[in-house]
C-alpha cells in the first residue's frame, strides 16, 4: 500500500516507518550492491591498482553530485512542513528551485572539473601509478555526474511525498544496469578503466530518466513555469539547510584527501586499495541504518511541520532502537567472516592477510552510530540548520580528520583505523547528549503547550 504525504502525519509511527525505511534501506542496499560489485570487478579484472583509482575519484565525483543530494535534502525538508503545514503553493515553489539550482550547479562544477582533472586528481592522492587509471576512470565519469546529482535531488523529494517504493526503484535500476555494462564493457570488450566509467555514467543517466518519468506521470509536484523563478527567500532557505549535507560531503572529501596521502605515505598504493575495500564496506554494510535514517526524515520533518511534538518524540526513539539493532547485528557480522569478505575483493595476498584486522577496528563502533546519525537528522528536518551542521560534522570534522593527522604520526597504518571508532564514540556523545536535552526541554516543553 503506498504512502500520501498526508498518511505520514496519521498512521502509526511503526507502520511508518517500516513503510518508509524498508524501501529506503532497500533502495541504499542496491545502490551499495553497484558499488561494491564494481569494486569486485574492477579488482578481479584490472587489479588493486585499479582499486586505489578508483578510491580516489569516487570522493571527487560524489562531492559534486552531493550538490544535488545537499539541495534536496534541503529543499525536502521544506517540502515536508510545507505539506504537513498544507501550504502546496510553498512546495511547488521548492520543488522549482531545486530543480534549477542543482542542474546550474553540477554543470559548473563538471566543467571545473574537466578543466583542472590533474591538480583534482593530484589533490584527491592519485600519487604514483594511481594517477593514470585514475585519469581512465575519472572523464568518463565526470560527464554523467550532472544526471547524477539530479536524481540524488529528485530521490529526496520522491520520500518527501510519502513515495520511498519509487524512490528505492530509483536507485534498483542504476545498480542493475552498472553491473551488466560492466560485464559488457569490461569483461567482454576490454575497455579497461574506461569501460568501468561509461558503464557507471550510462548507470546515472538511467536512473535519472526514471526519476524524470516519475515526476512526470506520478507526482503529487506539479510545478508550473513560475514555479521554476529563483525566490530569494525559498532559496535561502534550501541552501542554509542543504549546506549542512553538502558541508558534510565537504568535510568527507577533505577526509578523503587526507586518508589518501596518509595511507601512500605510510604504506604506499597497497593502504590506498585497502582503504578502498573498507570504504565501500561502510558504504554496503551501513545501509539499514542509512536507509531507517532516511525513513526518519519525512517523518519528522512532516509531523515538526504539523506541530504534533507527541509523533516527532516517538519517530526519535522507534528510529534511533532500530537502527541501533541493526547496527549490533551488522558488527556481529563483520567481526566473524572479515576475512572471506575481503578475498571477495582481491586476490593480492598482502590485501588479503592486512585488509580483516583493519576492517574490525573501523566497524569496532558501529552499534551506538544510530544516535549520531538520527540526531543529526532530526534537527535537519526540524530545520534547525546551524545545529543540524554542527552535528553533522561532529565525526569527520571534528574528531575523524584531527585523529587521521595525528595518531599515523605515532602508530602508523594502526593509527589510521584505531581513529574510526574513536570518532564514532565522541561524535554520538555529542549528538546524544544534545538530542537527549531537545528531546526533554523542547520537544516536551512544547507538546505540553506550556
Known amino acids: 500500500m503506498a504512502v500520501s504525504s498526508t498518511d505520514l502525519g496519521t498512521l502509526p509511527i511503526k507502520q511508518l516507518l517500516v513503510k518508509q525505511s524498508v524501501p529506503a534501506s532497500i533502495?541504499?542496499?542496491?545502490?551499495?550492491?553497484?558499488?561494491?560489485?564494481?569494486t569486485i570487478f574492477v579488482g578481479q579484472w584490472l587489479g588493486s591498482l585499479a582499486i586505489a583509482a578508483v578510491s580516489v575519484v569516487l570522493p571527487i565525483t560524489f562531492l559534486i553530485s552531493s550538490l544535488g543530494m545537499a539541495l534536496g535534502i534541503g529543499g525536502s525538508s521544506i517540502i515536508s512542513r510545507a505539506l504537513g503545514a498544507n501550504d502546496r503553493e510553498k512546495a511547488l515553489q521548492t520543488f522549482g528551485n531545486q530543480i534549477m539550482m542543482t542542474l546550474g550547479l553540477a554543470i559548473i562544477s563538471v566543467?571545473?572539473?574537466?578543466?583542472?582533472?590533474?591538480?583534482?586528481?593530484?589533490?584527491?592522492?592519485?600519487n604514483g601509478e594511481i594517477m593514470k587509471p585514475a585519469m581512465a576512470f575519472f572523464i568518463p565519469v565526470l560527464y554523467g555526474v550532472p544526471f547524477l546529482g539530479l536524481c540524488m535531488m529528485g530521490n529526496t523529494v520522491i520520500r518527501a511525498e510519502g513515495k520511498p517504493k519509487f524512490a528505492m526503484i530509483a536507485m534498483i535500476i542504476p545498480a542493475f544496469g552498472n553491473i551488466i555494462l560492466d560485464i559488457i564493457f569490461i569483461k567482454t570488450l576490454n575497455l579497461?578503466?574506461?569501460?568501468?566509467a561509461l558503464a557507471t555514467s550510462l548507470s546515472y543517466f538511467m536512473c535519472f530518466a526514471f526519476i524524470l518519468w516519475f515526476f512526470i506521470f506520478k507526482s503529487e509536484l506539479k510545478p508550473q513555469w513560475h514555479h521554476y523563478t529563483f525566490k530569494y527567500k525559498i532559496v535561502s532557505e534550501i541552501s542554509s539547510l542543504g549546506f549542512v549535507t553538502f558541508a558534510r560531503q565537504g568535510v568527507v572529501a577533505i577526509l578523503s584527501i587526507i586518508l589518501n596521502h596518509t595511507l601512500f605515505i605510510h604504506g604506499g598504493e597497497i593502504s590506498v586499495a585497502i582503504y578502498g575495500i573498507i570504504s565501500r564496506m561502510l558504504m554496503f554494510a551501513l545501509f539499514p541504518i542509512l536507509g531507517v535514517t532516511q525513513g526518519f526524515l519525512p517523518i519528522a520533518g512532516y509531523n515538526y511541520g504539523?506541530?504534533?511534538?507527541?509523533?516527532?518524540?516517538?519517530?526519535?526513539?522507534?528510529?534511533?532502537?532500530?537502527?541501533?539493532?541493526?547496527?549490533?547485528v551488522i558488527f556481529i557480522a563483520i567481526l566473524i567472516f572479515a576475512e572471506p569478505i575481503v578475498a571477495i575483493f582481491s586476490k593480492d595476498s598482502t590485501i588479503i592477510k592486512e585488509t580483516p584486522n583493519a576492517l574490525r577496528l573501523v566497524f569496532a563502533a558501529s552499534p551506538i552510530i544510530a544516535i549520531q546519525l538520527i540526531g543529526?537528522?532530526?534537527?535537519?528536518?526540524?530545520?534547525?540548520a546551524i545545529p543540524a551542521l554542527l552535528l553533522t560534522l561532529t565525526k569527520q570534522g571534528f574528531f575523524l580528520i584531527p585523529l587521521i593527522l595525528v595518531l599515523p604520526n605515532i602508530y602508523g597504518i594502526f593509527g589510521v583505523w584505531i581513529a574510526f571508532p574513536i570518532a564514532d564514540i565522541l561524535s554520538t556523545l555529542v549528538t546524544g547528549?544534545?538530542?537527549?536535552?531537545?528531546?526533554?526541554?523542547?520537544l516536551t516543553f512544547l507538546q505540553d503547550g506550556i
Open 111 to 126: 566543467v571545473i572539473g574537466l578543466f583542472y582533472s590533474k591538480e583534482v586528481l593530484l589533490l584527491f592522492g592519485a
Open 192 to 196: 579497461g578503466m574506461f569501460g568501468a
Open 27 to 38: 533502495g541504499i542496499l542496491f545502490m551499495s550492491v553497484n558499488i561494491l560489485v564494481d
Open 376 to 384: 543529526a537528522a532530526y534537527f535537519q528536518a526540524a530545520g534547525k
Open 306 to 328: 504539523a506541530k504534533n511534538y507527541v509523533r516527532v518524540s516517538e519517530t526519535i526513539s522507534t528510529s534511533v532502537k532500530w537502527a541501533a539493532g541493526l547496527a549490533t
Open 433 to 442: 547528549f544534545f538530542l537527549k536535552r531537545e528531546m526533554n526541554r523542547k
